[in-house]
């Protein structure tokens, strides 16, 4: 059954460096998505992308995240100069095509933990 | 902001019992999903079920949704020790393009 699939599954990172996750959502999927869960909390909403550019973003998704697809396959979430709060379980997630105000399924990946010290 | 909220926060039940989770949110939808979360693993899509709906089964899965009390239930039939895990709603709220929002979750336990 096809998969999303994420890497690293865990990152520890200096406070002011630089990391970079990467997706490969499912093939045949046109959208995609980083979502955030700080431990304990919510999963909350980054960035919505399709079509190569952002379609959405949340408020969390400040000038210090980028997203990048730079090849058919992969799909990144950057954060520039990493912060003590950025500290969560990033997922990333893929949909079909569901309407351009009708979200639909998606399928998540199993995470990647970010650890800033 | 549009919020889901679920209730109750943790749930604890024996195997065979069924587990009922709501959910409440704030503002119209398009649809409501559920999701299941292992403990550090990703979400796994459950059911989706739109807001011109009202009842949706998927095997031991029961969804409904009132839209004029802006709630939805999941009912857990004969539940398992696999079915232990946090359970989420997320909502496709109007306007908002192509994002869910997503409760807090209810930590559901069974035990053998």
């Known amino acids: 059954e096809p998969e999303v699939t994420q890497t690293p599954s865990h990152q520890v990172t200096q406070m002011g460096q630089e990391v970079i996750l990467r997706c490969v959502p499912i093939?045949?999927?046109?959208?995609f998505y980083w979502y955030r869960q700080i431990l304990g909390q919510k999963v909350e909403f980054l960035v919505s992308?399709?079509?190569?550019?952002?379609?959405?973003k949340s408020e969390i998704f400040d000038d210090q995240f980028s997203v990048e697809r730079p090849d058919g396959s992969n799909f990144t979430l950057k954060i520039r100069s990493t912060k003590l709060e950025d500290s969560a379980m990033y997922f990333c997630?893929?949909?079909?095509?569901?309407?351009?105000?009708?979200?639909?399924?998606?399928?998540f990946g199993e995470g990647s933990r970010l650890t800033v010290l | 902001s549009q919020q889901g909220e679920e209730d109750p926060q943790a749930l604890s039940i024996q195997e065979g019992e069924n587990a009922t989770m709501n959910c409440s949110y704030k503002t119209s939808i398009n649809n409501l999903q559920w999701y299941r979360q292992n403990s550090g693993r990703g979400l796994v899509h459950l059911i989706l079920?739109?807001?011109?709906?009202r009842e949706k089964h998927s095997g031991r899965l029961r969804v409904t949704l009132d839209t004029s009390k802006k709630s939805s239930s999941l009912l857990i039939t004969a539940s398992r020790a696999a079915d232990t895990a946090s359970y989420f709603c997320?909502?496709?709220?109007?306007?908002?393009?192509?994002?869910?929002?997503f409760g807090g979750g209810t930590r559901l336990m069974v035990k053998p």
């Open positions: 997630a893929s949909s079909t095509l569901a309407g351009a105000l009708n979200t639909g399924e998606l399928f």
């Open positions: 997320a909502t496709d709220w109007h306007n908002a393009g192509n994002m869910l929002t």
């Open positions: 079920i739109r807001s011109n709906e």
């Open positions: 992308f399709y079509n190569n550019e952002i379609s959405e």
């Open positions: 093939s045949n999927h046109l959208y």
